[in-house]
């Protein structure tokens, strides 16, 4: 069992109890929420994507091209799943981004799991129903907290 909770929140699949999507929409609402948050204390822009809070259906444009936004929303039936992946991808690129900016004004700052491509640590962020995805979200969860820490240090 591996659940992630953010303002009461659940992230995460639980085995015992079928999970809420209104929990999840709103937990990632709360995240795209926080990542901005920071970004703005920062004074720190975006390269690639625009974060769009809309609370539960918050969602990340590509700030380059007019591609339709990706959401962080669901539930993904078999034709919105690719667009929710999307939508996870690009919050872990932009948390990615954000980090390896953090560290370029503090040599200090590293993240505690590793981001490349789709996996945090040895887990992907794309959308899946076990306890495997909860995981890959409770490490990138692990590595916003690091952010929030840098930045409450500067």
Known sequence: LFLIFIFKNRLGPNKNDRFDWSEINAGLGQVLLLLNTLAIKMEYE????QLCYLGSNSCINNATDKSPPAPLYGPPDIVGR?????????LTFCIKEFGDWLHS???????????IEDFVDKYSIKFSPDEKW???FGFLLENLRDTLRCVANH
């Open 105 to 115: 004004i503090d040599d200090n700052f590293s993240f505690r799991y590793q981001i």
């Open 46 to 49: 975006f390269v690639v994507y």
């Open 134 to 136: 909860g995981k890959a």
């Open 82 to 90: 690719r667009a929710f992946d999307k939508g996870l991808l690009r």
